[in-house]
């Protein structure tokens, strides 16, 4: 499908995008985190959004996601049995576990993301979910 293929292209144009940005000024982001997490998270946009009030795309909104439990943001209607079952909280241990690889951490998943495999990444979105998200 032609669709599919024009989103899997924008998906690695955007992915090349924010390598460009995140090598950038790399010693400026290692003291700061939350900004290099505010980058990375650009790969998250496109299905995610973060505040208050703020409408669901093909994922859910992560208002209040840290300390949540799994697959409760108010009004999202199509989360994956798998997550909704998982039993999982969200602290930064099981953010970690999970967006080291979505689909091996919770196994049917319908969040089609491969993964940040740099635990450093992980950090830096993480502490820049939980600043965004609060
Ligand atoms: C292609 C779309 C897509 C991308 C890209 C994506 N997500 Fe998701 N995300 C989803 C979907 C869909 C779900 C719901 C998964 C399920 O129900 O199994 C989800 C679930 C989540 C959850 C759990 C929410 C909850 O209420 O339990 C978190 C946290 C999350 N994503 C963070 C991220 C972060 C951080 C990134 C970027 C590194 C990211 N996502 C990239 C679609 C996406």
């Known amino acids: 499908m ?3 293929s024009g989103t899997g292209l924008r998906r690695a144009r955007l992915a090349v995008l924010v390598a460009g940005l995140v090598a950038a000024p790399a ?4 003291a700061d985190p939350e900004a290099r997490g505010r ?13 208050l009030g703020e409408g669901h795309k093909v994922g859910p909104n992560l ?3 840290m300390g949540a439990a799994a697959g409760t943001r108010p009004g ?28 091996r951490a919770v196994p049917g998943t319908s969040m ?8 450093e990444d992980r950090a830096a979105v993480i502490a820049f979910l939980a600043r965004a998200t609060r």
């Not at 010693?27 to 290692?30: F, P």
């Not at 089609?112 to 635990?119: K, M, V």
């Open 2 to 4: 032609s669709g599919r």
């Open 27 to 30: 010693a400026a982001q290692a």
């Open 63 to 65: 208002n209040g996601v």
């Open 39 to 51: 980058l990375l998270f650009l790969q998250c946009r496109a299905c995610h959004t973060l505040a």
């Open 76 to 103: 999202f209607a199509a989360y994956s049995k798998a997550l909704r079952e998982s039993g999982i909280t969200w602290d930064e241990a099981a953010l970690d576990r999970f967006l080291a690889a979505p689909g």
């Open 112 to 119: 089609a993301f491969a993964g940040l495999p740099r635990p």
